[in-house]
């Protein structure tokens, strides 16, 4: 039997119910049937959209996929093809708008693969959910220089004539990531970067020794970047280990971004967790020329993670976050 989107279901039913239906008479099993359809699948977004935006006439099988710790995640098999969707019952849709932009943005620079997003969207119960195209992973982990210039590609693609930030705020982890629209890039990454993280530190753990000397930092950083050509590149965001694979053709996948447009630089800032070796800085370079004194600003950029991480996940992280503002507090005589 063809599985029927809810727009057909309705259509299938007469324009109102015969009158022989009144409030003590049994409805016949093909009306409950056909409402009950029609009733979970306007409960069911996700289902709803597989169904017909989708292509789909029938879903064959869904299935838990592994890996997140802050969303639900499922494959879809349908006769159309499989599709990968995420769920969250407690937020609601504006963390997966955000990386629908993301998402689409990386996409349409034709650089590295991502999966494409098709929908998101409330949850008719609380919630929200994001619906996008299943990319099947592969075994290889060799894909190290063919990571380094694909996203130097992306960068050098992805451009902004908005200046340094996105069209919305995003998450980095669970960490609200505020983007807004900034003409210069010192001033959006001293105060939308280390000063929002180095403020929910004071805010949460009353820490204000680091909170001062970070922000004497955020005032001295500018000499960094002399000599320097910054321009907006088209971010991931949240480059770690656990946001990168391979397709079964061994192409590098990226995923789960925290997407803005920022100085390129920056995307290195998880480099601590993300394996980074020679072989994909070589490959990167080729495509996007290092600048003078990126050895120096390199910890710059991990500071703003390690403070993040700090806030998610507690004082475990100071001591690196601490060190690498001393050591910048020495460098700049601040």
Known sequence: MRVMSSSTCFTSLPPF????????????????CLLEFSMSMSEDPVREWILSEGKATKITKISPVGGGCINLA??????AGSF???TNRSIGSS???????GLEAMYETGTICVPKPYKFGPLPNGGSFIIMEFIQFGASRGYQSELGKKLAEMHKAGKSSKGYGF???????????????????IQFYGEHRLGYQLKLLLDRFGD???YEKGQRLVKSMGRLFANVVIEPCLLHGDLWSGNISSNRNGE????????????????FGMSWCAGFGGSFYDSYFKVMPKQP??????????LYHYLNHYNLFGSGYRSSAMSIIDDYLAFLSA
């Open 208 to 210: 204000r020794a680091i």
């Open 293 to 302: 004194g990126f050895e120096e600003r390199r910890d710059l950029y991990m």
């Open 17 to 32: 119910f015969p009158s022989s239906l009144t409030k003590t008479t049994k409805p016949s099993p093909i009306y409950s």
């Open 84 to 86: 990968f969707v995420k």
């Open 74 to 79: 499922s494959r879809y098999d349908t006769d």
């Open 95 to 101: 963390m997966f708008e955000a990386e629908a932009l």
């Open 252 to 267: 590098p996948v990226i995923l789960d971004p925290a997407c803005y447009y920022g100085h390129s630089e920056a995307e």
């Open 167 to 185: 069209d919305v705020d995003n998450t980095i982890g669970s960490t609200p990531q505020i983007n807004t629209w900034s003409s210069d890039w």
